[in-house]
């Protein structure tokens, strides 16, 4: 058994990252028998599923989407707000009462969550019905777990509190085959005051761009259409492993290799270089849409977050990259109720909200992580106040994306048809600009970038019909 160790966590050494090629030789197989993931968080996690069901199918198991019919459950979790705790004990709760209907089944939880020292430990002595117990630095280790359980029937917990390697050559069960997620690096370095995910996840450490050119140039002989380049501090990619080559080098190459569209996220303001927007501005295949999290806007706030950047540090980039990339649409990250955030505070926000309008903004309550610096401060703002400015904020973003949509009105834009949409027969697709699109029309559209007529707005979507002039 492995506890993780939050105190480890932290640490950064100048130790050489190992980059290691996956082989699975462990004799170990089931037959007629299904698998469930459940997934919880960013973008990172839903990839990180993508290695565990191609693991799991590795060993034998099938792909169910019926819990009932679920031989093992595994919980992919996130723990970047209370919230997402929350969600996942509730589901736990539910599980145990499968596991009562039907002992053999096993449950397995992994993910950020089990890398908090606090939670593992709670799952060793209150929650004895979950079998297996993972982290994010040992995701190839799943078909070794599942041979030691069914072997010795005593829960496991594997999780390690380490800066973290590079695997490679970890199998994937893509959920699309039109657009693809690709690990660029793992890791963070920034400690941000209130993130827990540099202890969670390891230090920054980037993937030779050897492997990831050849993976992207796979997926496009594969008939891939769009790819995303993930990374918790995305714009940092490089920086680790190269003296000069970085991200805007890295969006350089993919673009030469002709897939038609390229994303990436998700971008920290202080590694997002005038480099980077130039070469965002010259290649067509990479799309114009930025993530850019500003947290707040108040100066005294970002220095108590450890952002290391200022609003009017902020304002000068999110204006270059206006004026520079042509019709790009930005939107954000914000945080309300940090400890101690006063009115004045707040109303910076909402002034910055107001002068930049953002396309869309992610907002939150702020929420108390572990062992990060911002967990020992004393706050004196109440609950419901946060509560009251958040409902403030969300009607001024509200009202931006609104704004921002009503430009599309009328227009005919390139989509991405991905699907049909979970609410209705429609199908679904995203803009270049990240706009979500609704239109009716038959299964022989999706994957086609198709040229769509916008004809009706709302606040987070837009209605379309094919435009075949």
């Not at 995305?234 to 569209?261: C, E, F, M, P, Q």
Request: some cysteine.
């Amino acid at each position: 058994m492995h506890l993780p160790n939050l105190q480890e966590a932290r640490s950064r050494t100048k130790k050489e990252v190992s980059i290691n090629r996956y082989s699975c030789n462990i004799e170990y197989y089931v037959t007629n028998k299904n698998y469930l993931i459940l997934t919880y968080g960013c973008q990172m996690n839903v990839h990180d599923s993508e290695n565990i069901k191609a693991l799991l199918e590795s060993v034998g198991y099938n792909e169910t989407t019926n819990i009932s019919d679920a031989d093992i459950i595994v919980i992919n979790t996130c723990a970047i707000r209370e919230n997402a705790h929350n969600k996942v004990f509730g589901m736990l709760g539910r599980l145990k009462k499968l596991k009562e209907n039907n002992p053999n089944l096993i449950i397995c939880m992994c993910g950020c969550m089990p890398q908090e020292e606090h939670i593992s430990l709670e799952i060793r002595d209150k929650y004895k019905y979950v079998d297996i117990v993972f982290g994010t630095h040992n995701i190839y280790q799943l078909p070794q777990l599942l041979k030691e359980y069914t072997t010795n029937q005593k829960q496991i917990i594997e999780v390690y509190s380490i800066e973290g390697n590079v695997i490679e050559g970890l199998p994937v069960k893509r959920d699309s085959q039109y657009k693809a997620w690709i690990n660029i690096m793992y890791g963070c370095d920034k400690f941000c005051t209130y993130c827990i995910v540099p202890f969670t996840r390891g230090k920054q450490r980037s993937r030779l761009k050897e492997d990831i050119l050849n993976e992207i140039t796979a997926l496009k002989n594969d008939g891939y259409i769009e790819v995303t380049l993930l990374g918790q501090n995305v714009n940092a990619y490089g920086k680790d492993l190269y003296s000069s080559y970085n991200l805007a080098a890295l969006l350089t190459d993919v673009s030469k290799i002709g897939i038609k569209r390229i994303r990436f996220v998700t971008s920290h303001p202080w590694d997002f270089t005038d480099e980077m927007i130039d070469v965002i501005a010259k290649y067509d295949n990479i799309m114009p849409y930025i993530h850019l999290p500003i947290q707040s806007g108040s100066n005294s706030i970002l220095k108590k977050m450890g952002r290391r950047y200022t609003k009017e540090e902020y304002i000068v980039l999110f204006n270059k990259i206006k004026q520079k990339i042509k019709n790009v649409s930005i939107s954000t990250d914000i945080i309300v109720g940090f400890p101690n955030e006063t009115d004045k505070d707040f109303e910076d926000t909402l002034s910055i909200v107001k002068q930049l309008q953002f396309d869309l903004a992610y907002t939150f309550i702020f929420s108390k992580r572990v062992s990060t610096v911002a967990y020992t401060l004393e706050d004196s703002v109440d609950l419901a106040t946060k509560k009251q400015r958040l409902a403030i904020l969300n009607k001024l973003v509200n009202e931006s994306a609104l704004n921002n949509n009503k430009k599309y009105l009328g227009k005919t834009v390139d989509v991405l048809i991905e699907g049909y949409s979970a609410k209705d027969n429609k199908l679904m697709g995203y803009t270049d600009t990240m706009k979500l699109v609704n239109l009716k029309g038959g299964a022989s559209l999706i994957g086609k970038i198709k040229k769509v007529k916008i004809t009706n707005i709302k606040t987070w979507s837009l209605d379309g019909e094919i435009d075949d002039r």
